[in-house]
């Protein structure tokens, strides 16, 4: 039986509206499709997506929740699952995004920066709603929004990760994140092979037959991708692309 590859859209927000991002930094409104994040969603839900990433920049940068609301009405408008990403700091933090209806939190600044804390979260919400997301620069962990430098090498830090038990990592190489570069599929697969964990790809594909490539890593552990800008500039048929990753073969 062939393998799936899961294609999640991503819909990054700011102010309560819809951005593209280049490098984690938000700076372009999604005029061609509209900036409502609400639609964007049932948009997607309508081209086939089965899951939907959302990453609220507001709260990575300002640890703002004045988007929660979206959040909810996001969740209360499509009946797949939304994963979630930004300005996670404490347990408060997790329990009131979740109780907005997302499905799993992408975690990141507090696993590095306050360990205890995060520990806390994991330990209530499990392996199958609470991941970490690497952000990487170089061999260097970012955190805040991917505004500020570890000095904590991604390796050293997944494997820890791995100890305490998470078992998912969303990957994103920061240099290629929205810059339209090709995704970095060798970091995905560095770290699905050093930790054993399942990994989402997320950065930088531009096309199916980049989609084609990471696919060849369900194997070892990558099965899933994030896509943002591509989508968003309509560089491939949406509907036609998830039919296509779900059954399994790219022609």
Not at 57 to 64: L, P, T, V
Not at 95 to 121: C, H, P, Q, Y
Request: charge should be positive; hydrophobic fraction near 40%.
């Amino acid at each position: 039986m062939n393998q799936k590859l899961l294609v999640i859209p991503s819909i990054d927000i700011k102010n309560g509206k819809c951005v593209r991002t280049v490098q984690g930094i938000p700076e372009l409104d999604c005029y061609e499709y509209g900036n409502n994040p609400v639609q964007m969603a049932k948009i997607w839900r309508a081209e086939n997506a089965k899951m939907i990433h959302v990453t609220d920049f507001d709260g990575a940068h300002e640890q703002s929740k004045r988007n929660y609301k979206v959040i909810e009405e996001i969740c209360s408008s499509v009946v797949i699952p939304v994963e979630f990403a930004g300005g996670i700091r404490t347990h408060q933090d997790a329990d009131e995004i979740m109780k907005t209806g997302v499905i799993r939190l992408a975690i990141n600044s507090m696993a590095i920066e306050n360990k205890n804390e995060f520990i806390k979260v994991f330990e209530k919400y499990g392996p199958n709603k609470i991941v970490i997301s690497l952000d990487v620069f170089g061999e260097e962990l970012m955190v805040r929004g991917r505004s500020k430098k570890t000095g904590i090498n991604f390796r050293v830090f997944s494997t820890e990760m791995v100890a305490v038990g998470v078992n998912r990592f969303v990957v994103c190489d920061i240099t290629r994140n929205g810059t339209q570069l090709g995704p970095n599929i060798h970091l995905s697969r560095e770290i699905a092979e050093l930790t054993g964990a399942r990994v989402t790809h997320a950065g930088g594909i531009r096309n199916k037959d980049e989609l084609m490539d990471i696919q060849k890593l369900i194997p070892v552990g990558v099965d899933s991708a994030i896509i943002g800008r591509s989508l968003y500039e309509n560089r491939f048929p949406c509907q036609k692309l998830w039919r296509v990753a779900e059954s399994g073969i790219f022609n």
